[in-house]
């Protein structure tokens, strides 16, 4: 493992369905998701794996300066 990362994975119990973090932000700032904000939400079924999903999502492109790509087997750490 790399240093810095610890053990990433660790079961969290929780009660109820996960907060849809997109669409709670969307509701919140209707203004930037109506400019700035694509999502393309597929099921594993739909997708063919990561590698497709990833494919279909660089089609949202539509000339920006940059993008940002995120699915269920991306990773997030604290900076710092």
């Known amino acids: 493992t790399e240093t810095g990362w610890g053990n990433p994975r660790r079961w969290v119990r929780q009660e109820g369905k996960d907060v849809d973090c997109a669409e709670a932000f969307c509701q919140e700032n209707p203004e930037i998701c109506e400019k700035q904000v694509r999502i393309l939400r597929l ?15 660089s089609k949202l492109y ?8 995120i699915d269920a087997h991306t990773r997030f750490r604290k900076n710092g």
């Open 43 to 57: 099921s594993e079924r739909e997708a063919y794996g990561p590698f497709f999903g990833r494919y279909l999502n």
């Open 62 to 69: 539509r000339g920006e300066n940059f993008f940002l790509q």
